[in-house]
T-cell receptor
Framework: NAGVTQTPKFRILKIGQSMTLQCTQD?????MYWYRQDPGMGLKLIYY???????DKGEVPNGYNVSRSTTEDFPLRLELAAPSQTSVYFC?????????????FGSGTRLTVV | AQTVTQSQPEMSVQEAETVTLSCTYD???????LFWYKQPPSRQMILVIR??????QNATENRFSVNFQKAAKSFSLKISDSQLGDTAMYFC?????????????FGGGTRLMVKP
């Protein structure tokens, strides 16, 4: 059971470039999330999804887009990368009963925009 | 909107001793859930312990326990018999009951160093 898999683990982008951070889970979880963690800070929610075809903005969505065409996959797209998007990005998923099980997190993607 | 505050950016403790990490939160909700997550140097986020606001009894998981004070909106984590493997960032998190997206709000974290 792989859990939540994120790729790549590290990436350096130049300003203005675009990329997609991949996230896939094999636990048949309904809910999926993207958070960013800036150095020395907590996690801030970018986007979330409650099921295939349904996505919604979190606290810091500007500069990002998501899609959820299947239950398993929840990619995060960065268009026109900016230095302010330098961060560690975490994908997470949860069952509906998150109050019991919490989130399952991926291992993160460290992104640097130069 | 809910806010979660962890007032101790860094703490250290000697191996085998006890340490308490603080967390306060601000909410107008009556029903909610609280969590502590551990993030070791590997960066993986690991659920340590959780608490339902409607339960008065403090949650315990082996060497980890919480002191939940609902009126004070306080949710501290106590680690007993600290081990070197407890060295990590610790995040407190809040979730409203009947939250459509089951979203967690995280505090800024406390970096804990366990010294041999």
């Amino acid at each position: 059971n792989a859990g939540v898999t994120q790729t790549p683990k590290f990436r350096i982008l130049k300003i203005g470039q675009s990329m997609t951070l991949q996230c896939t889970q094999d636990m048949n979880h309904n809910y999926m999330y993207w958070y960013r963690q800036d150095p020395g800070m907590g996690l801030k929610l970018i986007y979330y999804s409650v099921g295939a075809g349904i996505t919604d903005k979190g606290e810091v969505p500007n500069g990002y887009n998501v899609s959820r065409s299947t239950t398993e996959d929840f990619p995060l797209r960065l268009e026109l990368a900016a230095p302010s998007q330098t961060s560690v990005y975490f994908c997470a998923s949860s069952k509906i009963q998150v109050q019991i099980y919490g989130y399952t997190f991926g291992s993160g993607t460290r992104l640097t925009v130069v | 909107a809910q806010t979660v505050t962890q007032s101790q950016p860094e703490m250290s403790v000697q191996e085998a001793e006890t340490v308490t990490l603080s967390c306060t939160y601000d909410t107008s909700e009556n029903n909610y859930y609280l969590f502590w997550y551990k993030q070791p140097p590997s960066r993986q986020m690991i659920l340590v312990i959780r608490q339902e606001a409607y339960k008065q009894q403090n949650a315990t998981e082996n060497r980890f326990s919480v002191n939940f004070q609902k009126a004070a909106k306080s949710f501290s984590l106590k680690i007993s018999d600290s081990q070197l493997g407890d060295t990590a960032m610790y995040f407190c998190a809040f979730m409203k009951h009947l939250n459509a997206g089951n979203m967690l709000t995280f505090g800024g974290g406390t970096r804990l160093m366990v010294k041999p």
